[in-house]
Each structure stands twice: as structure tokens, then as C-alpha cells.
């Protein structure tokens, strides 16, 4: 094949790619500064102008609008105001008008905030055939269930295990439970652990004013009477007194002489024969 062919062959090639390269559009580059969204747009479902119904289903999130970190903000923000009504049932109603949510957002949005909390174990669902107020509604759920003081002695008395409860953890779910703590303390119904800092408490156990012994006047007074030695001396005075010996007296050590003399067996001088044996072995000293 000649080098002329060769050519021909090549420019021919060449110009078939770039007529099918031409066909493709390239699409534009994003902008730099892309347009803000508002308010409403940024709640919207609705996908992609270019993408077909079918693919849009396909796509869209479990969790519309906003997506599951919108949905989790939402919650959190639910739980906190939940947690401002303790002790009473909040309507669900009342949540999502304290959430304020955007009127285009609430058809998709409100259900899943419902089923997310429903899920929640920092809070207890109600459904409305259960409910007092006819509503589905939603009850703070701390981590010891305890409002006054008569509940936590029942609650202490309960409890499997000696660890005894953060007054942290109780003051979640009863603010104000540290004056009530400290009137049962007086009263021999709990055992309490304070911060060196404030002397606020920080642990509770339980207790009751019947374990504690009670003590005659006469003997306390005898008892308050009755002085202790102040010094060493004196204490080990009375223990002399006593007839007992004081663990810090000096011990007075005898050296005892650790080398006796010993008596030396007296040598026998002399042949020494089996004397026993005679008659029985045959006697060669004279060899």
C-alpha cells in the first residue's frame, strides 16, 4: 500500500469523527452563583423540570420535603417543646403549629414529623381512642418517671440495683426536685451526695428513718461525758492501768546467747573391735 493511500485512508477517518462528534451538544456549565431559593421553593417536592414523572418517583426521597436532616430538625425542635409541657398531654395539633411549617410543606411533611416522634423513645404517642382530649397527642417521656417526692421514695424503694439515680437525670424530667430532695433528707427518707462546689445534690439513694437507731438521752449524755485520753501517754497509761499492754511500748529485746557450749563426746582410745560379732567372723588382727 502506498503512502498516498495511507493518507487519503487517515483524512477520511478523521472527518467521519468529527461529524459524529459534532452531533452531541455539550451542556452548559453550572453557574458560578447559582440563584438563591425562596422559602416555598426549598420545601417543594416537585423534582426536576427535565426529568420525567416515572423518574421522578423513582428518585424522590422517603422523606419529603426538605430531606431527613430537615426532618430531624424538626423532631428535635418537637421533643424540646414536648418536654416544656412534662406531665401533661401536648395534641399533635399544637406541635406542628408550634413548629410553624410552611402551608405548601405541611400535606408531605406533617405525617412523617408524626411517625418520627410516634418512633422517638424520648416521648410516648397517645392516639386519639386513647387520649383525654379526643386528639392524638404526645407525652414527654423522661428517664425516671418521678414528679414529686412521694414518688421518688417509691421509685428509690424499686430499684434493682444499689447505683442510686442522678439528680441530672431527675431534675429532665422535674426541674424544681431539689428542694423536695433536701426535705427528705432531713427526714431520713434519702441518702444524698453533694458537689463540693455548691453542695447541691448530685446522687440519691434510698433510705428510711428506720434504719436509723435511736439512742436513749441518758446514754448520749453518758457518752458526751465521757473524755478520751488527748496524748499517747495518757493512753498508754490506762492501758497499764488496765492490765493491758500498749502496741507502741517499747518492747525491751533479750539477747539471748546464741552460742552454748557444747559437750565434746570423750574419744575412747584404743582398738575398737565388734565385740558382738565374736565367734561369728573370723579374726585376722594378727595380719
Not at 444499689?162 to 431534675?171: A, N, P, T, Y
Not at 438521752?217 to 501517754?233: Q, R, V
Not at 492501758?239 to 559437750?263: H, P, W
Request: overall charge positive; some cysteine; charged content about 25%.
Amino acid at each position: 500500500m502506498s503512502l498516498q493511500k495511507q493518507l487519503g485512508d487517515y483524512k477520511r477517518e478523521l472527518a467521519d469523527t468529527a461529524a459524529r462528534n459534532s452531533a452531541f451538544t455539550r451542556p452548559q456549565a453550572a453557574a458560578a452563583n447559582p440563584p438563591k431559593r425562596a422559602h416555598g421553593a426549598a420545601f417543594s417536592s416537585s423534582q426536576s423540570t427535565t426529568a420525567t414523572p416515572a423518574a421522578a418517583a423513582a428518585t424522590a426521597p422517603a422523606v419529603a420535603p426538605g430531606g431527613h436532616s430537615e426532618l430531624l430538625t424538626q423532631v428535635i425542635y418537637a421533643i424540646d417543646y414536648i418536654k416544656t409541657k412534662t406531665g401533661s398531654l401536648v395534641p399533635f395539633d399544637d406541635i406542628t403549629n408550634y413548629l410553624s411549617l410552611p402551608v405548601d410543606a405541611r400535606k408531605n411533611f406533617i405525617p412523617n414529623i408524626q411517625k418520627a416522634l410516634a418512633a422517638n423513645e424520648r416521648v410516648t404517642f397517645i392516639p386519639k381512642s386513647q387520649s383525654e382530649n379526643g386528639k392524638d397527642s404526645f407525652k414527654y417521656r423522661p428517664p425516671h418517671p418521678v414528679t414529686d417526692g412521694d414518688e421518688l421514695k417509691i421509685y428509690l424503694a424499686r430499684q434493682p440495683t444499689s447505683q442510686g439515680i442522678s439528680v441530672k437525670e431527675l431534675k429532665d424530667g422535674w426541674p424544681d426536685c431539689i428542694s423536695a430532695i433536701d426535705a427528705l433528707e432531713k427526714e431520713g427518707h434519702v441518702l444524698v451526695i453533694r458537689n463540693k462546689k455548691d453542695n447541691t445534690p448530685k446522687m440519691v439513694w434510698f433510705d428510711s428513718p428506720t434504719f436509723h437507731v435511736k439512742i436513749d438521752s441518758d446514754f448520749a449524755d453518758f457518752w458526751n461525758k465521757t473524755k478520751l485520753p488527748s496524748t499517747e501517754a495518757e493512753i498508754r497509761s490506762e492501758l497499764e492501768n488496765a492490765g493491758l499492754t500498749s502496741t507502741s511500748q517499747v518492747k525491751e529485746v533479750k539477747m539471748m546467747n546464741m552460742k552454748k557450749d557444747r559437750k565434746r563426746a570423750a574419744r575412747r582410745g584404743g582398738k575398737t573391735t565388734n565385740h558382738h560379732m565374736t565367734g561369728i567372723l573370723k579374726d585376722y588382727s594378727k595380719r
